[in-house]
C-alpha cells in the first residue's frame, strides 16, 4: 500500500482530490471566492488533464474526486467527462444550478444512476433574499432544476453559503429542501470565507491552513492545500495555500500534502467545519 494510500486508510488525510474545472462563471455573487464572473479568464483544466488526474488519485490511493470551479457546466464536454471520471472514483461536482436548460439535462443523461453528486448552491428560502447576493432569477432556476435532476437520477445535495441565518428562516429553507427531494443530509450550511470578492464586501470568516481540511486541490496554476487555496483577488490567484507548481505526476503534490499533515501539531484539528 503506497504511504498516500495508508494516510487516506488511517484517516490522516482526507479521501478526495479537488480540481478546478474553469473560473469563469454565468453569475457574479457577491461573495464569490475566485471573482468569477462572464468576463474572467477561463483557465480550464482540460477534459485530458481531468482525466489523467483521476486515474492518478485512484492509483495513489484517494476515494474521490470533487470538481468545482467557477461553474463547471458552462463546459459543454463535462457530463461525458463526469461520467467517464465516474467509473474510477465516486464524484462531487460544485454548480451554481442556473445553467440546467432542457437541452443541459439531455446531456446529463450519462449520469443518471453514477457515482455522481451534485452540489448546488441555495443560500435564503425567500427568492428576493437569495438572489440579493447571487443575482436575478438565481433562485427561481435552481428551484426548477433540482427536483428535474433528482427525476433524471441523479443525486444532489444543497450547499448554503451564509454569514448566518435566523432559526426560522433555516427551518423555511429546511422544508423547502425537502419539498424538493433533497433530504436533511444531504444539506450543509458553511460560512462565506473571506477570500475573493467576499474581500471587498467586507464578508465571511478568515481561513487560514489550520482552518480547513487538507484536501489535495489541483487547477492550472499548481496544487493547493484545499479548495479554498487558490482563490483570486484583484485579478491574481492567492499563493498562501500553494504546495506545488508541478502537478505531473500526481504523487509530487500528495506526497508535498502528506509531508506538511504530518508536520501538523499533535491534536490539532480544523477548526471551520467548511466543505
Ligand atoms: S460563487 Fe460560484 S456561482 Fe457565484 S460567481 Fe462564484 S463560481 Fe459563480
Same mark, same amino acid.
Given at each position: 500500500?503506497?504511504?498516500?494510500? !495508508?494516510?487516506?486508510?488511517?484517516?490522516?488525510? /482526507?479521501?478526495?482530490?479537488?480540481?478546478?474545472?474553469?473560473?469563469?462563471?454565468?453569475?457574479?455573487?457577491?461573495?464569490?471566492?475566485?471573482?468569477?464572473?462572464?468576463?474572467?479568464?477561463?483557465?480550464?483544466?482540460?477534459?485530458?488533464?481531468?482525466?489523467?488526474?483521476?486515474? +492518478?488519485?485512484?492509483?495513489? %490511493?484517494?476515494?474521490?474526486?470533487?470538481?468545482?470551479?467557477?461553474? /463547471?457546466?458552462?463546459?459543454?464536454?463535462?457530463? !461525458?467527462?463526469?461520467? =467517464?471520471?465516474?467509473?474510477?472514483?465516486?464524484?462531487?461536482?460544485?454548480?451554481?444550478?442556473?445553467?440546467?436548460?432542457?437541452?443541459?439535462?439531455?446531456?446529463?443523461?450519462?449520469?443518471?444512476?453514477?457515482?455522481?453528486?451534485?452540489?448546488? =448552491?441555495?443560500?435564503? /428560502?425567500?427568492?428576493?433574499?437569495?438572489? +440579493?447576493?447571487?443575482?436575478?432569477?438565481?433562485?427561481?432556476?435552481?428551484? +426548477?432544476?433540482?427536483?428535474?435532476?433528482?427525476?433524471?437520477?441523479?443525486?444532489?445535495?444543497?450547499?448554503?453559503?451564509?454569514?448566518?441565518?435566523?432559526?426560522?428562516?433555516?427551518?423555511?429553507?429546511?422544508? @423547502?429542501?425537502?419539498?424538493?427531494?433533497?433530504?436533511?443530509?444531504?444539506?450543509?450550511?458553511?460560512?462565506?470565507?473571506?477570500? %475573493?470578492?467576499?474581500?471587498?464586501?467586507? @464578508? %465571511?470568516?478568515?481561513?487560514?491552513?489550520?482552518?480547513?481540511?487538507? +484536501?489535495?486541490?489541483?487547477?492550472?496554476?499548481?496544487?493547493?492545500?484545499? /479548495?479554498?487555496?487558490?482563490?483570486?483577488?484583484?485579478?491574481?490567484?492567492?499563493?498562501?495555500?500553494?504546495?506545488?507548481?508541478?502537478?505531473?505526476?500526481?504523487?509530487?503534490?500528495?506526497?508535498?500534502?502528506?509531508?506538511?499533515?504530518?508536520?501538523?501539531?499533535? %491534536?490539532?484539528?480544523?477548526?471551520?467545519?467548511?466543505?
Amino acid at each position: 500500500m503506497s504511504a498516500i494510500a !495508508e494516510a487516506v486508510a488511517d484517516g490522516k488525510l /482526507p479521501g478526495r482530490v479537488w480540481m478546478y474545472a474553469d473560473y469563469h462563471c454565468n453569475l457574479a455573487c457577491t461573495y464569490c471566492l475566485t471573482e468569477s464572473a462572464p468576463k474572467s479568464p477561463h483557465r480550464v483544466i482540460g477534459r485530458e488533464r481531468m482525466l489523467e488526474i483521476a486515474d +492518478e488519485a485512484a492509483e495513489l %490511493g484517494f476515494t474521490d474526486l470533487g470538481v468545482t470551479g467557477g461553474e /463547471p457546466f458552462l463546459l459543454r464536454w463535462l457530463p !461525458e467527462t463526469l461520467a =467517464s471520471m465516474s467509473e474510477r472514483l465516486p464524484v462531487l461536482v460544485l454548480t451554481n444550478g442556473t445553467l440546467f436548460t432542457r437541452r443541459l439535462l439531455a446531456s446529463l443523461a450519462p449520469l443518471a444512476h453514477r457515482d455522481v453528486a451534485m452540489q448546488i =448552491s441555495l443560500d435564503r /428560502p425567500d427568492p428576493d433574499d437569495n438572489d +440579493e447576493m447571487r443575482g436575478k432569477e438565481n433562485f427561481r432556476k435552481v428551484v +426548477e432544476a433540482v427536483p428535474r435532476l433528482v427525476d433524471q437520477g441523479i443525486e444532489v445535495r444543497i450547499a448554503t453559503t451564509v454569514e448566518s441565518i435566523e432559526d426560522s428562516e433555516l427551518d423555511r429553507l429546511c422544508a @423547502l429542501h425537502r419539498e424538493l427531494g433533497i433530504p436533511d443530509e444531504d444539506h450543509i450550511i458553511r460560512p462565506i470565507v473571506r477570500r %475573493g470578492r467576499a474581500i471587498d464586501h467586507d @464578508l %465571511g470568516v478568515v481561513a487560514q491552513q489550520i482552518d480547513v481540511p487538507a +484536501e489535495l486541490t489541483v487547477t492550472v496554476d499548481g496544487a493547493f492545500w484545499s /479548495p479554498f487555496g487558490p482563490t483570486v483577488h484583484d485579478g491574481v490567484v492567492d499563493t498562501d495555500l500553494l504546495i506545488t507548481r508541478t502537478t505531473r505526476p500526481l504523487s509530487t503534490p500528495a506526497n508535498a500534502l502528506l509531508r506538511l499533515v504530518g508536520e501538523r501539531p499533535e %491534536g490539532s484539528d480544523v477548526s471551520l467545519n467548511i466543505r
